[in-house]
């Protein structure tokens, strides 16, 4: 039987994946210094893209309403 031990929820695309199986996942942290994990390069890609988009030009993390 699976463990579910090593599970985890991608919060771009929101797909389940084994952390141990799959290598090509990471993590970064958001503007309210929360975790957000990638399942895959594709899912980091939108992320990192639009956490860009939410930066001021003194490089600083805004909010964006």
């Not at 695309?13 to 210094?33: E, V």
């Not at 994990?37 to 805004?62: H, M, P, V, W």
């Amino acid at each position: 039987m699976a463990s579910k031990q090593f599970d985890l929820k991608c919060d771009v695309c929101k797909r389940i994946f084994n952390a141990k199986t799959n290598q090509d996942w990471n993590y970064y942290y958001n503007f309210q210094f929360k975790e957000m994990i990638c399942c895959s390069t594709r899912c980091q890609s939108i992320y990192l893209a639009g956490n860009e988009a939410t930066k001021d030009f003194d490089e600083t993390l805004r909010l964006v309403s």
